[in-house]
């Protein structure tokens, strides 16, 4: 089991910039999709951004593309979120989350909550207009 600890968040005026953050740890054979979801508040959970440690590649949402950037950095210990040009609808309680995949996978951001086993408590962000 993966752990998760996210950080970050924070409330910022609208056309702002954040970076939110996911320790992972407790990796095992190292092929995974990390991703990060939202919640945004009295709304379902949803797919934001999703890397595949192996390659890194990465897909995001289109409400977010152009404006969020996903990575992770060398070690594989931590996952990003950059998110730029923040409106008030990115608001919302911001998770990490990960799964374990087979080689040659390819990890979609609009991939159900319910396909992934590890998850952070989540970082709170706010956007004001």
């Known amino acids: 089991q993966v752990q998760l600890v996210e950080s970050g968040g924070d409330s910022v005026q609208a056309g702002g910039s954040l970076r939110l953050s996911c320790a992972a740890s407790?990796?095992?054979?190292?092929?995974?999709?990390m991703a990060w979801f939202r919640q945004p508040p009295g709304k379902e959970r949803e797919g934001v951004a999703a890397?595949?440690?192996?390659?890194?590649?990465?897909n995001v949402a289109d409400s977010v593309k152009g404006r969020f950037t996903i990575s992770q950095d060398n070690a594989k210990s931590t996952l990003y979120l950059q998110m730029n040009s923040l409106k008030p609808e990115d608001t919302g309680m911001y998770y990490c989350?990960?799964?374990?995949?087979?080689?040659?996978?390819?990890?979609?951001?609009?991939?159900?909550?319910?396909?992934?086993?590890?998850w952070g408590q989540g970082t709170q962000v706010t956007v004001s207009s």
């Open positions: 989350a990960a799964r374990a995949v087979g080689p040659f996978s390819y990890c979609y951001a609009g991939v159900g909550r319910n396909e992934y086993s590890s």
């Open positions: 407790g990796y095992t054979n190292g092929r995974y999709c």
């Open positions: 890397l595949y440690t192996t390659t890194r590649q990465t």
